[in-house]
């Protein structure tokens, strides 16, 4: 069973792996993919339509996912994050 702090806030339809942890504070939105091994540290977000593979961290304030930051994306269409195993969303 995954570990989430009950400050943590989960969308029923995220999917995660059975032991994922996410931190307090933290956000998981719908469509979530989330998988074994991954750890999200305090108040990290992960947008809708993020995957993660497994054995991934994301760091506290971390944001992954989301609307690209191009002015002339039509925020309409459906963007997708994908992201393999082993990498570390850090702040340095």
Do not use: W
């Amino acid at each position: 069973m995954p570990k989430i702090h009950p400050t943590a806030f989960v969308h029923p339809t995220a999917v995660l792996s059975d032991d994922v942890e996410i931190g307090a504070y933290s956000i998981v939105e719908a469509d979530v993919v989330i998988g074994p091994g991954t750890v999200l540290y305090d108040h990290a977000i992960l947008r809708r339509y993020t995957t993660l593979g497994q054995n991934n961290t994301v760091d506290s304030y971390a944001v992954l996912g989301g609307l690209p930051q191009d002015f002339k994306f039509n925020p309409k269409t459906i963007s997708y994050l994908r992201v393999g195993t082993t990498t570390c969303f850090a702040r340095e």
